[in-house]
């Protein structure tokens, strides 16, 4: 029981993964504001709902590239949880992530990832396949020469992704195959953001590919991933 601290286990009817309860809430702010994102809407029969599993503080355990993980849930509003898949400092699944995504895309030239959270994975991506990659970063850095910026605004929180990559590193995209990598594709929001600054360059994108699919994403024919991310509903 909770009361106790032990586990009790839910098996989902939409996933082979396993909910887990215990006592304490583990998350806390884990899920940086750009991820919330209390609009998302998908069909109810691919969710979880969580209020009829009894879940009062939770974890989320998916198989990920071969490793098991818990995930926090973290509440984004009073009626939606998202789960919080972070690659820092989890070398095991960065590693085995890389080399199975690989595998899904296509022959290309450069990878580009956005500003921050799938650094490592990009990272780990260009050092198995030896291909460079390109960090769009969210603010100018001194050391950029001319950089070129994009903004897309979101149309559920109505704020403004912006995405700058300099000049010189861009102008290597130019007619170039390039493959997005982001962790996580949800809302689409962010990857729009890449794909504008990749345009900008005049790149060639051959494919947009992520570890996680969340909510409707996981409906997308045009994105590259591994594994389904169900939201929450309360």
Not at 119 to 147: C, H, N, W
Not at 163 to 170: A, F, M, Q, T, V
Request: with cysteine; hydrophobic share 40%; net charge negative.
């Amino acid at each position: 029981s909770a009361g106790s601290g032990a586990w009790r286990a839910t098996e989902s009817s939409t996933t082979a993964a396993t909910v887990r309860v215990r006592p304490s809430n583990t998350c806390t702010s884990i899920c940086s504001a750009a991820e919330i994102s209390a609009g998302r809407q998908a069909d109810k029969k691919d969710h979880i709902n969580i209020q009829e599993m009894f879940i009062l503080a939770k974890t989320y355990t998916m198989e990920i590239a071969g490793v098991k993980r818990e995930l926090p849930l973290c509440p984004v509003s009073d009626k939606l949880d998202i789960a919080a898949f972070i690659l820092f400092g989890d070398v095991e699944v960065t590693v085995k992530a890389a080399e199975e995504l690989l595998k899904k895309c296509p022959e290309f030239d450069y990878i580009l990832t956005p500003e921050a959270k799938s650094i490592p994975l990009a990272y780990e991506m260009s050092r198995q396949s030896g291909k460079k990659y390109f960090v769009a970063r969210k603010k100018p850095k001194v050391y950029m020469t001319d950089p070129v910026c994009v903004s897309v605004r979101s149309i559920t929180t109505d704020a403004e992704q912006t995405l700058l990559l300099g000049r010189e590193d861009g102008d290597q995209l130019r007619g170039k195959k390039v493959l997005i990598v982001d962790d996580v594709i949800s809302t689409g929001e962010s990857l729009a953001a890449v794909v504008a600054l990749a345009d900008k360059f005049d790149a060639n994108i051959v494919a947009k590919a992520a570890v996680l699919a969340e909510g409707d994403a996981a409906e997308r024919d045009d994105i590259v991933f591994l594994e389904k991310l169900p939201l929450f509903f309360k």
